[in-house]
């Protein structure tokens, strides 16, 4: 793994056995003469070729569920549950903690007061408060709720955008599967092709003069050019696969750079990952916050901003990861740290809920909240929360789950599932399930191995409505 990682950060021939193949890219690359050098369909080929055991499964074309896309907002480190969806203002101040709380639309619940815009869109979302997990480090938990698999040194399992890239494949030529402006190591694709990889932006949205890398023509170029040199591309393909020993892997590359074409000449495809476009107002309902740290813009607004539009264009999966000021591992600072970053996030979520409803969009677009872990009940002595797996809380909205709900409940001290536990598969299969992916499906790992989709989790109908 480390090699094709290796060898798509450097987007250059991984050895002596693709030297022809080089041969033909360095003449026929998108950029030809045009300054463009080695770009997508290169990193997509690259990945295509990337330790593949046996060649890639297709597309599976599942029909669509209600659920046509997935945003999935990752908060990394493990935000603590009683300073956000589950606070215990009644408990003695070492559980408490120190922040207040703010009453929501949905009768008799609150949040912390971290959370006080999107307790004006509770009505909108459903808050699991009983998610139990397995075990409190940070990269097994994390590798579970991307795949719903705890990690095993004998085979990798695809993240949940994968499998959704894998069971769908794109729309309106925009890839399936996007990171804004990256996915973790373990949002990856597993035993299943690299080709169902995440497209990861390669830039902040949040900084001045933001543009996606390798999806804009070259200066000087324009759409006719562009098109003579992809005929020009094709007729070179033709005369390298009579000369190659390897068609298939040929056939492979054409695809991706197939994408590759289909995404850079799209005005459509090109436009969706731009915020030029975005009214003053949008600014203002997704928020405009600066880290109180260091003076920068915090990100997450219009990261969850272009991850609408990418919805609303055709992507089916789209992950954002959002650390705050100092990430949501706080075992020390609590109050400095969840402090200084939530509110940017508050204001952020609460706009895309809004967003979407206004747009019509929420009732086909899932969105998630999820990290790995909680926090523990008591308040340590340095002002944090250690690591905690035994009870937690997620967000889960649109796509025909229910609306204003609290589902299931901890104890007084937010240390246990109090009624209706829900394991982290079973809120995998849950949003597989609107989706129109049958969790109970297995796929083909390397060595003919049949491995189901999500192991042991099934669909909450309470959820669903």
């Known amino acids: 793994m480390k090699k094709s990682q290796d060898i798509e950060k450097a987007c250059i021939c991984p050895g002596p056995k693709y030297l022809t193949a080089f041969g033909r890219r360095s003449f026929i690359q998108v950029g030809f003469l045009g300054g463009l050098g080695i770009t997508l369909g290169d990193l997509f080929a690259s990945r295509a070729r990337a330790g593949e055991v046996k060649p890639a499964a297709g597309i599976l074309n599942f029909p ?6 997935v945003i999935q907002i990752i908060l990394p480190g493990g935000l603590a549950h009683q300073e956000s969806w589950d606070p215990k203002p009644e408990a003695p101040i070492e559980y408490r903690g120190p922040f207040g709380v703010a009453k929501t639309k949905i009768p008799g619940a609150v949040f912390s007061e971290n959370l006080s815009r999107t307790a004006q869109v509770a009505d ?4 699991v408060r009983s998610i139990t997990g397995h075990i409190p480090d940070h990269a097994q938990a994390t590798y579970l709720m991307f795949t719903g698999y ?8 695809p993240s949940m955008g994968a499998i959704v890239a894998h069971s769908f494949g794109p729309k309106n030529n925009m890839p399936p599967y996007v990171g804004v402006p990256n996915v973790p190591s373990q949002g990856g694709t597993g035993y299943l092709s690299s080709k169902f990889g995440a497209f990861e932006l390669g830039a902040d949205p949040a900084q001045k003069n933001f543009k996606v890398r390798d999806i804009l023509l070259p200066q000087g170029v ?10 020009a591309r094709e007729a070179v393909e033709d005369h390298f696969r009579t000369l190659e020993s390897n068609p298939t892997e040929l056939d492979a590359m054409g695809d991706f750079y197939n994408q590759a074409y289909k995404l850079i000449s799209s005005p459509a495809a090109r436009k969706a990952f731009s915020l030029d476009d975005e009214p003053e107002s949008m600014t203002k309902l997704y928020g405009d916050y600066k880290n109180p740290r260091n003076g920068q813009p915090f990100s997450i607004s219009r990261q969850l901003m272009l991850a609408r539009r990418l919805v609303e264009s055709g992507v089916r999966f789209v992950t954002v990861q959002f650390s705050g000021t100092e990430g949501w ?3 020390t600072r609590l109050k400095e740290a969840v402090g200084g970053g939530m509110p940017a996030f508050d204001h952020a979520f609460a706009g895309l809920i809004t967003d979407l409803d206004q747009r019509g ?14 926090r523990t009940p008591k308040v340590n002595e340095n002002g944090g929360r250690d690591h905690w797996a035994r009870v937690f809380s997620q967000v889960i909205a649109g796509g025909g789950i229910t609306r204003g709900q609290i589902y299931g409940s901890t104890n007084s001290t937010a240390s246990e599932p109090e009624n209706n536990p829900v394991s982290v598969e079973d809120f995998l299969a849950t949003v597989y399930t609107q989706l129109g992916i049958d969790p109970t499906i297995r796929l083909m790992a390397p060595g003919n191995r049949p491995i189901d989709i999500v192991r042991g989790g ?4 309470a959820l669903v409505a």
């Open 64 to 69: 669509e569920g209600k659920a046509k896309s």
């Open 124 to 127: 909108k979302i459903t808050v």
């Open 150 to 157: 705890l990690p095993t040194p004998a085979i990798l399992h």
């Open 222 to 231: 324009d759409a006719q050019r562009f098109e003579r040199r992809q005929t």
């Open 329 to 331: 591992d706080n075992h």
């Open 361 to 374: 969009l929420l009732d086909s677009t899932i969105v998630t909240v999820t990290s790995e872990f909680g």
């Open 458 to 461: 099934s669909p909450v109908q």
